[in-house]
T-cell receptor
């Protein structure tokens, strides 16, 4: 069956370090992969989108990699700050069918950055 | 530009009742999608509307329905409520069709509690 797994439910790091979050998937051939941030009591906020033919995408302190061979995406936050503390969600979309109309989300990783 | 707005923010209903939730997208956005978020199942795609037509649907029973108006505002209806329908219902808008390949702007959600 299709499955999306985000490496751990919670990740704790020290301020200034690089946070690395993992999104693994099985029985998918995603055409797109997105990362979102969600704060308690709020809707998710879009961070980055990467396509299957892209290896890496960057935006300020954020970097996403997409390895379709390993069936894995890594999400990095460099020089992390306490304000980066939130739940991070990965979401996949497969190609074909009725176009790219469905996103399947992972369960999320709760990141806590300690001062 | 104002963000995505959802009304009401909180709702309490009893089993068997029906409920209608409303979503106003960002001005100019024609795509509206709906999601259900629960602690157990995470964030799950319900459906996407674009130009008043449902373009894609997730794996939810027919009790879940929606519609979109000519001004792109959308409503979601759940009939014959069950306890398991208690969740945060999120609406997201986008400037183009296809939730997978475009940035989704989420609203704050409607917290539905079914007693």
């Amino acid at each position: 069956s299709q499955k999306i797994e985000q490496n751990s439910e919670a990740l704790n790091i020290q301020e200034g370090k690089t946070a690395t979050l993992t999104c693994n998937y099985t029985n998918y051939s995603p055409a797109y992969l997105q990362w979102y941030r969600q704060d308690p009591g709020r809707g998710p906020v879009f961070l980055l989108l990467i396509r299957e033919n892209e290896k890496e995408k960057r935006k300020e302190r954020l970097k996403v990699t997409f390895d379709t061979t390993l069936k894995q995406s890594l999400f990095h936050i460099t020089a992390s700050q306490p304000a980066d503390s939130a739940t991070y969600l990965c979401a996949l979309a497969v190609a074909g069918g009725t176009s790219y109309g469905k996103l399947t989300f992972g369960q999320g990783t709760i990141l806590t950055v300690h001062p | 530009k104002a963000g995505v707005t959802q009304t009401p923010r909180y709702l309490i209903k009893t089993r068997g009742q029906q409920v209608t939730l409303s979503c106003s997208p960002i001005s100019g956005h024609r795509s509206v999608s709906w999601y259900q978020q629960t602690p157990g199942q995470g964030l799950q795609f319900l459906f996407e509307y674009f130009s008043e037509t449902q373009r894609n649907k997730g794996n939810f029973p027919g009790r879940f329905s929606g519609r979109q108006f000519s001004n792109s505002r959308s409503e979601m209806n759940v009939s014959t409520l069950e306890l398991g329908d208690s969740a945060l219902y999120l609406c997201a808008s986008s400037s183009s069709l296809g939730v997978a390949q475009s940035e989704q702007f989420f609203g704050p959600g409607t917290r539905l509690t079914v007693l």
